[in-house]
């Protein structure tokens, strides 16, 4: 009995198939992409890191961390689980972004990957616990969450190539399948369970691409459209979210169908919103739906054209691969390298490999092989602890959609709790109501009182007669921190107050987070929030005046920064209760 469970857990969390249809090059370009992703990810961080979190920053970590041992005491590393507990400073700050970036030029040329994943991953976690309202995104539980999987997934080795002789896990591919289900389906259940009524009326997409955090200027085009086709994309959106996506649990056929649908699905939505690097991903997840027998079947007769064409041009070519050939990496699975067993023991060295990453790293960077009966005990103890890792994975992620489905089910909770400082297992729930209009906060100084000047953003609209630009996957949070806030009360977002205040200090780390100073480096005397409310011009207006945007001047956001005779910093000029009104259309 014990024999068959453990078959069972070896066919589902061992090596993968060496035959049939196969994921040796899916995953191969799949673990590319999400080294790119990662490298747009700390790249944007490079540039941002102290102006939000910095010793100078809008939210330093140092005094965040503080807090939290101070409350939390021993458990302070599980709620927080960063390497910024050693320090905090600016140099650290560095550090981690500059080892995450360094991580994910290797991963991206598969160099290590799975060592480079997991530097990606404590790197990034790193900077997640500590950013407090700068790591609320669900983009980041997302790479999270895809890249602690692939240290499963990825193969073994320092220069794996397509790793032909460690495919794929079926575990592993479940769950980042089950991961690219989970954010279309669940997107597309919230949309339905927050019963906005724009979602049901089909009029959610009308003013999307306006409204969005980062809007681009195809965007803008695509907003000039009429209700007809934004009613047909938001019928599209519906249905691919909680209908084709399921296509991913039948046969082969369907996967690829599926993969053909969703693919132009998420080029889309690139295309016309600055959604930072969330559809990159997507996108990325969905090439796991096709297989070695798709992709020679695809690049097969351009290969072979290609082929034809140099053996043209160069005569000798054949010749020379006559007389000493080489040999080349199949792009079917089939075609696995042998397995090398051990001749004492016959242990076989690909089945110690597929355990736990940091066995695997260590027996491919020593180049030692351990003793057969400690290969064969690590060998069972990594593949058990994978067991229990993945599936409690699976257990938190389906509790997730399970609540979602059927609120207040009685589930046990402790598993789901513990799991959640990783960010590893999440909810997702993109869109699910619709803002109806667009408001932009801008910080203004002064040196007089009466003239107030504007400190100009990045990223964020605010001259009319600028396009806005295409961004993504690069992720300014400081301004979608602002898109967000200027949806809410001041009280709920803070850190836009002490914005205010690092700028009446002349912070440098701050001021980095826009396009320039407007005072010269002397700080003014007073700093203020102000909110806009800003909408797309048409056709006609754009080839008429060059207004890209209209806006109108809605009020005072938050109370306005001071310096004061004494030389402290106070607080003044508590805002009208409602700031914001829907405007003119």
Avoid at 151 to 174: I, M
Avoid at 232 to 257: D, N, Q, Y
């Amino acid at each position: 009995m014990l024999s068959r469970l453990w078959k069972i857990v070896e066919w589902v969390f061992g090596p993968g198939p060496t035959c049939g249809p196969g994921h040796l090059w899916p995953r191969w370009l799949f673990l590319r992409a999400l080294g790119l992703i990662f490298f747009s990810a700390f790249y944007s961080l490079l540039y941002q890191i102290q102006g939000l979190i910095g010793p100078l920053g809008i939210l330093p970590a140092g005094e965040y961390l503080a807090r939290v041992a101070e409350h939390f005491g021993p458990l302070r590393f599980w709620f927080a689980p960063t390497l910024l507990w050693l320090a905090s400073g600016s140099t650290a700050l560095g550090l981690i972004v500059w080892a995450g970036l360094l991580a994910s030029v290797l991963l991206v040329c598969n160099f290590w990957p799975r060592g480079a994943i997991a530097i990606c991953l404590i790197s990034y976690l790193s900077f997640i616990a500590a950013a407090q309202d700068f790591a609320s995104y669900q983009s980041d539980g997302m790479l999270l969450a895809t890249g602690f999987v692939c240290l499963f997934f990825a193969p073994p080795g320092l220069v794996p190539r397509l790793g032909e002789g460690d495919p794929p896990s079926r575990a592993t591919l479940f769950l980042l399948l089950w991961e690219w289900f989970r954010i279309y389906f669940e997107s597309g259940l919230v949309k339905m369970l927050s019963h906005d009524q724009q979602w049901r009326s089909l009029t959610a997409l009308d003013h999307y691409y306006e409204n969005g955090p980062l809007p681009n200027w195809i965007g803008w085009y695509v907003q000039q459209l009429p209700h007809g086709f934004h009613a047909v994309v938001t019928l599209v959106t519906l249905a691919v979210e909680l209908g084709v996506v399921w296509l991913a649990v039948l046969p082969r056929r369907f996967r690829i169908l599926c993969f053909l649908i969703v693919t132009p699905f998420q080029v889309a939505i690139i295309l016309t919103a600055n959604l930072a690097f969330i559809n990159h991903l997507s996108l990325a997840l969905g090439v796991l739906l096709i297989d070695d027998r798709f992709l020679k079947w695809v690049v097969g007769p351009l290969a072979r054209r290609l082929e034809a064409r140099r053996t043209r041009h160069e005569p000798a070519a054949e010749e020379a691969a006559t007389a000493m050939p080489v040999a080349k990496p199949p792009l079917n699975a089939a075609a696995a390298a042998p397995v090398e067993a051990n001749a004492e023991e016959g242990i076989s060295r690909t089945k110690v490999r597929t355990g736990f990453p940091m066995f695997a790293v260590l027996e491919s960077a020593s180049g030692l092989g351990l003793r057969p009966l400690w290969s064969l005990v690590i060998c069972h103890l990594s593949l058990v602890f994978k067991l229990l890792l993945l599936t409690w994975i699976f257990y938190v992620t389906a509790a997730y959609l399970l609540l979602m489905i059927v609120p207040g089910v009685p589930l046990w909770s402790r598993p789901i709790v513990a799991l959640e400082p990783f960010r590893i297992a999440n909810q997702y729930g993109l869109f699910a109501v619709m803002t109806t209009a667009r408001y932009e906060i801008e910080f203004q100084g002064t040196r007089d009182g009466t003239t107030w000047t504007l400190y100009p953003f990045k990223y964020k609209p605010q001259d009319p007669r600028q396009a806005p630009r295409v961004y993504a996957p690069y992720q300014p949070r400081f301004d979608w921190n602002l898109w967000f806030a200027s949806l809410g009360n001041w009280r709920q977002y803070e850190w836009v107050v002490l914005t205010e205040v690092r700028l009446l200090e002349n912070s440098s780390s701050v001021l980095k987070l826009f396009a320039g100073n407007p005072f010269d480096g002397r700080p003014p005397r007073a700093v203020r929030a102000v909110v806009w409310q800003y909408w797309f011009t048409d056709l006609a207006t754009k080839r008429r005046e060059g207004l890209w945007w209209n806006h109108k001047l809605i009020g005072l956001y938050a109370p306005a920064a001071e310096r004061l005779p004494d030389g402290s910093i106070g607080i003044v000029g508590e805002p009208e209760p409602e700031a914001h009104s829907e405007g003119p259309r």
